[in-house]
C-alpha cells in the first residue's frame, strides 16, 4: 500500500470515527429511553391525569399542555418571522445596519433557553401582567424559536434564483407580487424545515417554561390562554428530580412520549417537504 | 420616420467604480430590428437592461445621461417603473416560463396589472399572444399543461406571448437563441420578423450571422462603448471603423 493510500485509510477511519461518536450516543440513548419506557405506555397513560402525586396515572395534561404550547409558539414566531426574513433579505438595503441586524439574529440563536426564560418572566409574566399563563410561556418558547426561523426562512429565499425576480419584475410586477407569487412558493420547504427544527427545540425545553407557564401538578386541562398549564418536559424534570419514589418506569415512559412527539411533527415536515420540493425546478 | 423611439444621450452607467457604459448615444427606431453585437462584456447586455431600467436591480449601479423613450426620461424620479416594464417588454437568454400552466403563464402579466377581469377577455388575450408567435395550433388543447413540459422553442416562444399579451411598443431580447438548436433559432428570428409590424425590437446577440439575417440597424459595441451604428447591411459590408471591422471578420470576440 502506497504512502498516500495510507494517508487516504487514516482520514477514512478517522471520519468515521468521528461519525459514530455523534450518531452512537444518540442512538443509545434513544434505545435506552424506548427500551425502558415503553412497557409502561398505554392508552390508559396517554389519555388519563396523573393522580396520587403523579406517581400514578397518566400523562395527558402534559401531552395536550405540550400540543397547546407548540402551536401557541407558532402562531407567534412563524408570521413574524417570515416576515422579518421578507424584509431582510428583499427590502432592506445592504448596509452596516442590516448586517448588524443579521449578525444579531444568528447570534440569538446561541442564546442559552434559560436566559429567555427569565426575559420572558421579566416582560411578560410581570411586566405585562400575563401571569404564568399559556399566553406568556408561548411568547417566551416563540422569542426564542425566532432566530432560528428567521435565519431558515433568510436561507430559503436567499436560496431562489435571481432569474426567477427577474421575470416577474422585468414583466411590471410589484416587489411584493414578486415575492408573493415567484419567491416564496418556492422557499416553502426551507422555511417549513426551519419551523419544524425551532419547534421541535421548543417543544423540549424547559427552562423558557419554568417561570412563565409550567404547572407542577395540575391534573386537568387548562381553562384558558391565562390557565397555567403541564408541560412534558417540565414534568419529567419534575417527576425525575422533585417527587420521591416515583417508578422509574413513569419518568422513562414520558421522555418516550416526548421523543415521540418531536419525531413525529419532525417525520411530518418531512413528508410535507418531499410534496413541495417536487416543484422546486433548479 | 426619423424620429426615435428610444434615444440615450451620453449615457455613462458605473458598475461601483467599474464604468460599464460609456458616453452611448443612440437612436433606436420604430417597428425596426435593431442588433446589438460585440464581444464579451462588452455592455451589450447592460445597456438593453437600461431601457426597462433592470440594472436598478443591481444595487451599486449609477447611471449618468439621458434615456428618453418615446420622448420621455425614463431615469427620471417620477417614472412609474410597472407601467414602463409593460410598455417596454423583456425577454431573456434562458426561456424562464414559471411552473405554471401555459395558460396561467400568460395571464400572470395580465393579472399582475389588473387588465382584464371576464374570463372571455382573458380567453380571447391568451388566444391572441399564442397566434401571434405561432402556437396557437400546437398548444390550443392542452393550455392547462405545465409549460415546463414544452421544447425549449416552445418555451421561448411563450416567454415572448407573455411580453406581447401586455401590448408592449419594444421588446428587448437578451441573446433569446443562445440555448437552442440552429432550427428553432430561425424559426424564432422568423416570428422576429414578423413581430416588427406591431413592435420596436432590440435583440442582443453574441451571434453576428443572426444579426445579419435578422436585424435592420446594428449596433457594434466594445468596451462601453458604442462604437458603430448604421444599417446591419452597412455594417457588414462597409464598416466605418477598424475594430466593426476586426470583429465582423472574426479577428477578435
Given at each position: 500500500m502506497s504512502a498516500a493510500q495510507k494517508r487516504q485509510t487514516a482520514a477514512f477511519f478517522i471520519l468515521g470515527f468521528a461519525t459514530m461518536l455523534v450518531v452512537i450516543p444518540i442512538i443509545l440513548t434513544m434505545a435506552y429511553v424506548v427500551f425502558k419506557g415503553i412497557g409502561a405506555v398505554n392508552w390508559s397513560f396517554l389519555t388519563e391525569a396523573p393522580r396520587n402525586g403523579m406517581k400514578e396515572g397518566g400523562i395527558f395534561p402534559a401531552i395536550v399542555g405540550t400540543i397547546i404550547l407548540i402551536i401557541g409558539t407558532m402562531i407567534f414566531s412563524l408570521p413574524l418571522g417570515v416576515l422579518a426574513a421578507i424584509y431582510l433579505v428583499e427590502?432592506?438595503?445592504?448596509?452596516f445596519f442590516t448586517r448588524l441586524i443579521k449578525l444579531s439574529v444568528v447570534n440569538l440563536s446561541?442564546?442559552?433557553?434559560i436566559v429567555y426564560g427569565l426575559f420572558g418572566f421579566g416582560?411578560?409574566?410581570?411586566?405585562?401582567?400575563?401571569?404564568?399563563?399559556i399566553l406568556a410561556g408561548s411568547l417566551t418558547l416563540a422569542i426564542m424559536s425566532l432566530p432560528v426561523i428567521i435565519t431558515a426562512t433568510k436561507e430559503a429565499l436567499e436560496s431562489v434564483p435571481a432569474s426567477f425576480r427577474e421575470i416577474s419584475l422585468s414583466l411590471g410586477a410589484t416587489k411584493w407580487q414578486t415575492i408573493r407569487n415567484c419567491v416564496l412558493p418556492y422557499s416553502i420547504p426551507g422555511i417549513l424545515t426551519g419551523t419544524v427544527l425551532s419547534l421541535s427545540r421548543a417543544a423540549g425545553e424547559t427552562a423558557p417554561i419554568l417561570f412563565t407557564v409550567a404547572a407542577f401538578y395540575l391534573p386537568r386541562l387548562p381553562h384558558s390562554v391565562f390557565d397555567q398549564a403541564m408541560a412534558l418536559s417540565y414534568h419529567l424534570y419534575a417527576i425525575a428530580?422533585?417527587?420521591?419514589?416515583?417508578?422509574?418506569k413513569i419518568s422513562f415512559a414520558t421522555a418516550f412520549v416526548l421523543i415521540a412527539l418531536v419525531f413525529l411533527m419532525n417525520l411530518g415536515s418531512i413528508i410535507l417537504r418531499a410534496r413541495f420540493r417536487k416543484k422546486k425546478l433548479w | 420616420m426619423d424620429k426615435a423611439v428610444i434615444e440615450t444621450i451620453r449615457l455613462n452607467l458605473y458598475y461601483g467604480d467599474f464604468?460599464?457604459?460609456?458616453e452611448v448615444n443612440i437612436r433606436i427606431h420604430r417597428h425596426r430590428i435593431t442588433a446589438i453585437i460585440g464581444p464579451?462584456?462588452?455592455g451589450k447586455s447592460t445597456l438593453l437592461r437600461c431601457f426597462n431600467r433592470m440594472?436598478?436591480?443591481?444595487?451599486s449601479t449609477k447611471v449618468e445621461g439621458q434615456i428618453l423613450i418615446e420622448g420621455e426620461d425614463?431615469?427620471?424620479?417620477?417614472?412609474d417603473l410597472i407601467s414602463l416594464r409593460k410598455k417596454v417588454g423583456m425577454v431573456f437568454q434562458?426561456?424562464?416560463?414559471?411552473?405554471?400552466s401555459i395558460y396561467d403563464n400568460l395571464r400572470f402579466g395580465l393579472r399582475i396589472h389588473r387588465m382584464m377581469s371576464e374570463k372571455k377577455k382573458i380567453d380571447e388575450a391568451v388566444q391572441n399572444a399564442l397566434e401571434h408567435v405561432g402556437l396557437w395550433d400546437e398548444l390550443k388543447d392542452r393550455?392547462?399543461?405545465?409549460?415546463?413540459?414544452?421544447s425549449l422553442e416552445q418555451q421561448q416562444r411563450l416567454c415572448i406571448a407573455r411580453v406581447i399579451i401586455l401590448k408592449p411598443d419594444i421588446v428587448l431580447l437578451d441573446e433569446?437563441?443562445?440555448?437552442?438548436d440552429p432550427v428553432s433559432t430561425l424559426k424564432i428570428e422568423e416570428l422576429l420578423r414578423i413581430l416588427k409590424r406591431d413592435y420596436t425590437i432590440v435583440i442582443v446577440t453574441h451571434n453576428m450571422q443572426q444579426a445579419a439575417r435578422v436585424s435592420d440597424e446594428t449596433a457594434f459595441m466594445h468596451l462601453g462603448k458604442l462604437i458603430e451604428f448604421a444599417g446591419t447591411a452597412e455594417i457588414f459590408?462597409?464598416?466605418?471603423e477598424k475594430l466593426t471591422e476586426n470583429y465582423i471578420s472574426g479577428r477578435f470576440g
Open positions: 427590502y432592506a438595503k445592504d448596509n446561541g442564546v442559552p433557553s416582560l411578560f409574566v410581570l411586566f405585562l401582567r400575563l401571569g404564568t399563563s428530580t422533585q417527587v420521591p419514589n416515583i417508578p422509574p | 464604468l460599464a457604459l460609456e464579451s462584456g462588452c440594472n436598478d436591480l443591481v444595487e425614463i431615469l427620471s424620479d417620477k417614472m434562458r426561456p424562464n416560463v414559471f411552473n405554471l393550455l392547462k399543461k405545465n409549460a415546463r413540459t414544452l433569446p437563441c443562445s440555448t437552442l459590408s462597409n464598416p466605418k
